[in-house]
């Protein structure tokens, strides 16, 4: 919905925002905090003891907050604590001596009291427009396990360095239906292995989006739904397979929220890290590479750089779908190995990735149907190609990309099968990602879905199209995407 209302959902119930995503303890901190701002303003007979108890409140819980790692959000509750108490002490010192107590007025209170009120309040405030995200409770019958690998293309030479040596090495993320976990199992931290890991992709996030590094901290202290190295799953047959690549300059992360509720439906997804290209890769030698994708400004240059990226994307994508067929023939290890039908495959993307998703696609014919979000298609020689796509883009003016619509549709309408554009209202260019999730909710940024609406509704129409796609199901796939927006379908050449 548009403005100040947002809606999320729980485990099933839907809830009102804003929510201000903090722990019990910052709340703690918080209430505390007012409380004795409060305790200045309160009739005499009651304020000693509602300062007292405030100040030892605010001070026992924020020594306990900052011991156990405070996030930057609390730090001006905390300042706004700091100012008070040696006043509140002080006053208590003064009434235990039996001094009298000296009194002010209340226009000489007021400003202090009023700074240290807007100290505090920035606290919630920031807690709310950037959260640790809190991912949604799956759907799907599947508990969701996870790991993480790499393969390194003995044919392909890395062309981002001058090694004539360096082959192209890939990190993939694999999302799969997993067996129940024990209640106390740890879910994995949602972008990286380990705590070095997630703060270096943080901090490359930044500098790649041109924000301090502490704004996304948030999601170094994230946990996912999935539980890593969980057994796999015992389910009717194999299951079938979606690869998926990130939009510029993105990590394999980006889309957890999505891959983790596919998986919890029964597919394996695989999310593709681009040496090189996503804004920091963690090698399993320790070394990070990070990007070297920039752009120039120049449009035709710039068209051109983008084309190259796709290419080297797809080539990624059809590259990791023969590993993950050695795997699923057992030649090569992996946390799926027997657990996987690689017969039926989707390949996805995000933005650039989905232009990749589409290039891939029309260059292997492995990949059954195409998925992309929001993702323009850079392939210079674009031909007829024979999988079906499902497109799911914002409401783009033409004044703001003129090509983009048109482009795209070019492409649907050389597909054999018959394709489907879903035009989400509200949406923006990272509504189709876990952006909401941790962004602030600006409509320009994540669209006016609110915080879970956005990734809810990219994993539905995602399922409906790969249940018909990868599994054959009977249900009318046109009505089923129309609930999710204005659908456009493209027929196949010669069809109706």
């Known amino acids: 919905m548009r403005g100040r209302e947002w809606h999320t959902e729980h485990?099933?119930?839907?809830?009102?925002?804003?929510?201000?995503?903090?722990s019990a303890l910052e709340t703690v901190v918080v209430t505390s905090a007012?409380?004795?701002?409060?305790?200045r303003w309160l009739p005499r007979r009651i304020r000693r003891r509602t300062s007292v108890g405030a100040s030892v409140l605010v001070f026992v819980s924020g020594v306990a907050l900052v011991w156990s790692s405070v996030r930057w959000q609390m730090m001006p509750v905390l300042a706004g604590a700091a100012l008070l108490l040696p006043f509140a002490?002080?006053?208590?010192?003064?009434?235990?001596?039996?001094?009298?107590?000296?009194?002010?007025?209340?226009?000489?209170?007021?400003?202090?009291?009023?700074?240290?009120?807007?100290l505090i309040a920035v606290g919630p405030a920031?807690?709310?427009?950037?959260?640790?995200?809190?991912?949604?409770?799956?759907?799907?019958?599947?508990?969701?396990?996870?790991?993480?690998?790499?393969?390194?293309?003995?044919?392909?030479?890395?062309h981002a360095t001058r090694d004539k040596d360096d082959r192209r090495a890939v990190v993939v993320q694999l999302w799969y239906p997993a067996?129940?976990?024990?209640?106390?199992?740890?879910?994995?931290?949602?972008?990286?292995?380990?705590?070095?890991?997630?703060?270096?992709?943080?901090?490359?996030?930044?500098?790649?989006a041109g924000v301090p590094g502490f704004l996304l901290d948030g999601l170094t202290r994230a946990r996912t739904r999935a539980v890593a190295d969980a057994p796999v799953a015992h389910?009717?047959?194999?299951?079938?397979?979606?690869?998926?690549?990130?939009?510029?300059?993105?990590?394999?992360?980006?889309?957890?929220?999505?891959?983790?509720?596919?998986?919890?439906?029964?597919?394996?997804?695989?999310a593709l890290d681009h040496p090189y290209d996503s804004a920091a890769v963690v090698l399993a030698d320790g070394r990070t590479v990070r990007t070297k994708v920039t752009a120039t400004g120049d449009a035709d240059r710039d068209e051109a750089l983008a084309a190259k990226w796709t290419a080297v994307r797809a080539a990624d994508l059809s590259f990791v779908l023969?590993?993950?067929?050695?795997?699923?023939?057992?030649?090569?290890?992996?946390?799926?190995?027997?657990?996987?039908?690689?017969?039926?495959?989707?390949?996805?993307?995000?933005?650039?990735?989905?232009?990749?998703?589409?290039?891939?696609?029309?260059?292997?014919?492995?990949?059954?149907?195409?998925?992309?979000?929001?993702?323009?298609?850079?392939?210079?020689?674009?031909?007829?190609?024979?999988?079906?796509?499902?497109?799911?883009?914002?409401?783009?003016?033409?004044?703001?990309?003129?090509?983009?619509?048109?482009?795209?549709?070019?492409?649907?309408?050389?597909?054999?099968?018959?394709?489907?554009?879903?035009?989400?209202?509200?949406?923006?260019?990272?509504?189709?990602?876990?952006?909401?999730?941790?962004?602030?909710?600006?409509?320009?940024?994540?669209?006016?879905?609110?915080?879970?609406?956005?990734?809810?509704?990219?994993?539905?129409?995602s399922l409906a199209f790969l249940e018909t796609t990868l599994r054959d199901q009977p249900d009318n796939l046109a009505a089923a995407l129309a609930a999710y927006g204005d659908l456009t379908v493209h027929a196949p050449r010669g069809g109706t």
């Open 11 to 22: 485990d099933g119930v839907t809830e009102s925002l804003p929510v201000l995503h903090m």
């Open 89 to 118: 002490v002080a006053a208590e010192l003064r009434a235990r001596s039996g001094r009298p107590s000296r009194g002010t007025r209340w226009w000489a209170v007021a400003p202090a009291s009023l700074a240290c009120l807007c």
């Open 322 to 461: 023969t590993q993950l067929d050695r795997v699923a023939r057992g030649e090569i290890p992996g946390p799926v190995s027997g657990g996987m039908d690689t017969s039926r495959v989707t390949v996805a993307g995000h933005s650039v990735g989905g232009g990749a998703a589409l290039q891939a696609a029309r260059q292997d014919s492995r990949f059954d149907s195409v998925i992309d979000l929001d993702g323009f298609p850079h392939d210079p020689d674009a031909e007829p190609f024979p999988q079906p796509v499902l497109a799911l883009t914002q409401d783009v003016r033409g004044d703001i990309d003129p090509d983009y619509i048109p482009r795209l549709t070019h492409v649907l309408s050389l597909s054999s099968a018959t394709s489907y554009r879903l035009t989400v209202p509200g949406a923006a260019h990272l509504t189709f990602t876990d952006a909401p999730l941790y962004l602030p909710p600006v409509e320009s940024l994540i669209g006016s879905r609110g915080r879970t609406e956005g990734p809810r509704l990219t994993a539905a129409a």
């Open 179 to 208: 067996r129940e976990s024990p209640p106390d199992a740890r879910r994995a931290s949602y972008l990286g292995r380990t705590d070095r890991e997630a703060d270096v992709v943080s901090d490359a996030l930044a500098d790649y």
């Open 126 to 158: 920031a807690a709310w427009a950037l959260p640790v995200p809190d991912f949604p409770a799956l759907s799907g019958p599947f508990a969701v396990g996870t790991r993480v690998v790499q393969w390194t293309d003995a044919d392909r030479p890395e």
């Open 235 to 270: 389910g009717d047959g194999r299951f079938p397979v979606v690869l998926f690549s990130p939009g510029l300059g993105g990590v394999r992360t980006q889309n957890s929220a999505w891959a983790q509720e596919l998986a919890s439906h029964g597919y394996v997804v695989a």
């Open 34 to 39: 007012l409380a004795l701002v409060a305790a």
